[in-house]
DNA sequence: AATAGATATTACTTGTTAGTATATGACAAT
DNA sequence: ATTGTCATATACTAACAAGTAATATCTATT
């Protein structure tokens, strides 16, 4: 089985590598947006942060727009992902919309999430414009619909089942913003405490909601 | 009293004139910032979209940097205001909370705080950005103080006021992305919705918390 | 009138960066 | 061996936008 193994890579082992390569890029790419902006990130930096020329770059990406866009993909398939997995849950609804919220959040404080959250619709071409917003509306709808099935099942309390994914959205898409991973609670822990805020809101409850 | 007006005008008016010229300048940029961004947005375009040129908005504003850093501080006033005047109010600190919460939101609906949610610090200089972080904390250190008052009265339930800011804050400046005047609720009426959403929460309640 | 100050313009310089044309070496398949 | 393809570099173009003279004009005071 172990034969001394060949200098030469297989052409399935030059495809991983060139995705590596590919997702090397973006993530070098997506933490120079997050820190510089987008505008702001030349793709010569982004380049040279990982020892290579723009013309590589180019050669795996394409152009600067697609750049961007791919990490943004790359970040909304994570939200989405989560969505589905909380949709195969068992248990009341607002046990699936509470842990489909955790993951939400953790996605919204790693580096795609950030992209996804802080770069602002504008950044873009209409044509990409459209792409993601037809993705952001996609979880934006299955928030919605976990929410209208905890009103149908009676674990979740609220009159605009759309406006309460607003709501929620808003506060868990907040920590692209101030969440610090190098100092506070962990991530998930964060996560959690945000999320229950949501969920119990801040007026005192004379009693437990779960008699 | 009356008398044949004067085609000559005062010293103060030509200072008001200034003023006024300055903010159609600002109002200008401001929506420019919202629209494109800010690094997308030229000067040249801000002149001429009030029919003017770009030497004029040098002199009105100094440099583009400053341009920017006006409208985020004349957005960071009005929510410091809403914290004064919710400050002054009488009744329990849940009643002041929400009263402040509420002309929150409607300022980060308007222009400039609209922009002040969506100019991320790093389009800025480190200067700058120390300043205008230094008011952000002012607002966030407002919002907290008052969740400690609740804490301490009994008309608010958390367990990390902090955290709670943070939780409310989010929630609140998402309106600067997906609100829109012109669909929808009245701004007053959807603030109203949106802090109803936090201070009740989403998981049902036996019984009304005001006995 | 004449001068000073404020307001605005035209025309320029300069720096930055997206994107491209072209060259080259390495490897793989024939 | 030869040919083609992939991966990368060097070196360039083109465009745009920030910021700066230098200058003209209007207004108000002396």
Not at 53 to 65: A, M, S
Not at 121 to 146: C, F, N, W, Y
């Amino acid at each position: 089985m172990a034969q001394t193994p060949s200098p030469f890579r297989t052409a399935e082992q030059r495809s991983r590598d060139r995705q590596a390569k590919k997702l090397a890029l973006m993530e070098a790419a997506v933490r120079m947006f997050n820190t510089r902006g987008f505008h702001a990130s030349s793709l010569d930096d982004v380049a040279a942060s990982l020892g290579v020329t723009k013309p590589t770059v180019y050669h795996y990406l394409g152009n600067k727009e697609n750049v961007l866009l791919e990490c943004l993909r790359f970040g909304l398939k994570q939200l989405l992902d989560a969505a589905t997995h909380a949709r195969a849950q068992t248990g009341v609804a607002a046990e699936r919309l509470r842990s489909f919220l955790i993951v939400y959040t953790q996605v919204n404080m790693s580096d795609f999430g950030r992209c996804v959250i802080r770069t602002p619709d504008e950044a873009l071409s209409e044509e990409s414009r459209e792409v993601l917003r037809g993705l952001k509306r996609q979880i934006h709808a299955e928030m919605r619909s976990l929410i209208a099935e905890g009103q149908a099942d009676g674990s979740i309390a609220c009159e605009d089942a759309n406006l309460l994914a607003f709501t929620l959205a808003g506060a868990l898409n907040w920590p692209a913003r101030w969440y610090d991973e190098s100092r506070g609670h962990p991530p998930e822990e964060t996560a959690r405490r945000l999320v229950d805020n949501l969920a119990a809101g801040f007026l005192p409850r004379s009693r437990p909601s779960n008699p």
